[in-house]
């Protein structure tokens, strides 16, 4: 196509989030519009990373010890990359969105920042959330963001692989024995009042038209996965109400505070410093 | 002292070599005088088989248990990619113990019995993890030292005659000398950075250097088992030898830092060619080994914990499978 960049990165073209830091430098700079999504991108994969760090030498085996490693190394990767092409908005740097915004500048949605649990609980939110980062980038894969599109591209193969894990866990754990049961079922029962927030349009989301993925177009194909995921094991769909929530707004859980803290008091002990 | 006397029931233990043995025993002996390798299927002494069960499924525990001071940093690390280092750094961790296992497995006791050692405290893993991880330096002193003190270990392990702990070392090899240098890097930034970063990087190298040290065992001459493992040439230097040859390399490297080591007895003596250093508390070491360090209990407990944990979990994987087997046999 003759309007199109050479530099066009094609997905299948890893971008690491040193290749986005690169182009940062190089000039790349993105509106506050697009910034403001990146941070939703970046926030989401990040505090998940975040939860699911907690969980190496905690696992129920070694080798959920590396999935679930794996699987927050990828998330990291996302949210260093979308942040850093975030940050391009205001001139400010991964490290300094990550460590030195309060917890009202955040634009995690409520579903990330839910606590562990158990493993049952751990699972549900990774069913729901890889399922629907899945939705999503496949549909950011095409972006008019040629930055957002690369990411995406990228990280769409490591959240196949993601999802994977989640649907083979909620299979083994429904159809494996009572207790399993009654706990993926509990932890979906949990998690699930934080699943509407993930496919709500806003404002935002008119306004930057072919850049973004509209939430609500997602809904559909997840409720269709899901509802063959449970069936095959053997669980429910949760009879559970939508929560208030407003992640995308800066209003959040409770649960964000103490993440914070606990993820940037060793920066900010330091103010100015390099690591 | 009394010279044990042979009960009559410890005779009856005594098995008597069979002509399988004996050709078993000189094709053995063969191996090890060619200095190649011995495989799972082929013959070997009791004793051989009984020590690099010990060896290598004490490794892989250390392996394990290794990962919790560094996993207490990964959801606090300072930066996002130092944080992604260090979670790929422990991941790799149980990704080793994964292979010492299967290598351990190998010799004939299962995985779950191994573990089951490591949980009962019948088996011993390496003492350097019974000490705190207090600051964000200790992630580089540990990266640096421990692993550098690791890597020394272990190199010679690849040639090791027994053919899959070889083999597994050398994967574990590769991975440790990225360890090494994610470490040193952390104190090389913190060194050349604020005066409280350097006084912490510091801090953290004092306090880790005579536990780095004492991870090679005990001086040579309190060390009897050693000579047996050297004659099966499954250690290759003794442990005072690996010990001079780390001192030698971290003296080289703490300067590159713009930190010192915490002992002013270290030089090269030039008649000997070796590195000399200031005597260790032994003591302590000791007392750490007997489960008095500083972390002994916690380390247990968060392991054990662990592992109640996700026994619905493990039962539930194991239910699942037998399910789909017997799925798979009617079909
Ligand atoms: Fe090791
Ligand atoms: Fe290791
Ligand atoms: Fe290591």
């Known amino acids: ?275 | 002292m009394a010279t044990k006397t042979q009960s009559p029931r410890d005779a009856q233990l005594q098995p008597v070599p069979s002509a399988e043995d004996e050709a078993g025993q000189a094709y053995f002996d063969k191996i090890i005088a060619e200095d190649s390798r011995i495989e799972p299927a082929d013959w070997m002494p009791a004793g051989y088989r009984k020590t690099l069960t010990r060896q290598i499924s004490q490794h892989a525990h250390s392996e394990i248990i290794g990962m919790q001071p560094e996993a207490n940093f990964i959801t606090r690390a300072p930066s996002l990619k130092r944080k992604a280092i260090l979670m790929a750094k422990v991941q790799d961790e149980a990704g080793h113990g994964l292979y010492l296992y299967s290598a351990a497995e190998t010799l004939g006791t299962p995985r779950d019995e191994l573990f089951d050692q490591l949980l009962s405290g019948k088996a011993k893993y390496s003492s350097i993890f019974n000490y705190p991880a207090l600051t964000w330096a200790d992630m580089g002193a540990i990266g640096w030292l421990v692993d550098g003190a690791a890597i020394v270990n272990q190199v010679p392990l690849c040639r090791a005659s027994y053919g899959p702990y070889g083999r597994a070392m050398v994967r574990v090899c590769k991975e440790e000398s990225f360890h090494q240098r994610q470490g040193f890097e952390i104190l090389l930034e913190l060194a050349s950075g604020t005066p409280a970063q350097k006084q912490m990087a510091q801090d953290a190298v004092n306090r880790f250097y005579a536990p780095a040290l004492m991870m090679f065992g005990p001086n040579d001459d309190e060390s009897p088992n050693s000579q047996q493992s050297m004659r099966w040439n499954i250690k290759r230097f003794s442990n005072d030898e690996l010990r001079q040859r780390f001192v030698g390399m971290i003296q080289e490297q703490v300067r590159v830092l713009g930190l010192t080591l915490p002992d002013d007895e270290i030089r090269f003596n030039e008649e000997t060619g070796k590195w000399e250093y200031g005597e260790l508390d032994w003591n302590e070491f000791y007392e750490v080994l007997k489960g008095r360090g500083p972390c002994n209990a916690q380390r247990m407990e968060r392991r054990r914990e662990a592992h109640e944990n996700g026994a619905w979990v493990r039962e539930a994987a194991a239910a699942y499978a037998a399910k789909k087997a017997q799925k798979a046999q009617v079909a």
């Open chain 1, 1 to 275: 196509m003759s309007g199109e960049s050479a530099t066009r990165i094609t997905p299948g073209n890893a971008l690491r989030p040193e290749d986005v830091a690169e182009r940062v430098a190089g000039g790349v700079q993105v509106g506050e519009d697009v910034g403001e999504y990146a941070l939703r991108l970046g926030d989401d994969a990040l505090i998940l990373a975040q939860r699911l760090g907690w969980w190496i030498s905690r696992a129920p085996e070694l080798e959920e010890d590396v999935a679930l490693g794996n699987i927050a190394l990828d998330l990291l990767g996302h949210a260093r990359s979308f942040l850093t092409y975030a940050g391009s908005a205001w001139g400010k740097t991964e490290d300094d969105l990550a460590y030195w915004r309060g917890e009202s500048e955040f634009r995690s949605c409520f579903l990330v920042e839910q606590p562990n649990g158990d493993f049952g609980k751990t699972i549900a939110r990774q069913l729901v959330f890889s399922i629907f980062q899945h939705e999503l980038y496949s549909r950011l894969v095409d972006s008019a963001d040629e930055t957002i599109a690369a990411i995406s591209a990228k990280a769409l193969k490591e959240v196949d692989y993601h999802r994977d894990h989640a649907i083979q866990w909620t299979i083994r754990l429904g159809d494996g024995t009572e207790e399993s049961k009654r706990r993926i079922q509990a932890g979906l029962e949990s998690v699930w009042p934080y699943v509407a927030e993930l496919f709500q349009d806003d404002e935002l989301i008119e306004r930057l038209g072919g850049v973004a993925a509209h939430p609500s177009e997602m809904r559909a194909p997840f409720d269709a996965l899901m509802a063959q995921v449970l069936d095959e094991a053997g669980l429910e769909l949760p009879d559970v109400q939508p929560a208030m929530t407003g992640g995308r707004g800066g209003k959040h859980s409770e649960h964000l505070g103490y993440i914070l803290a606990e993820m940037q008091v060793i920066a900010r002990e330091h103010p100015g410093a390099t690591w």
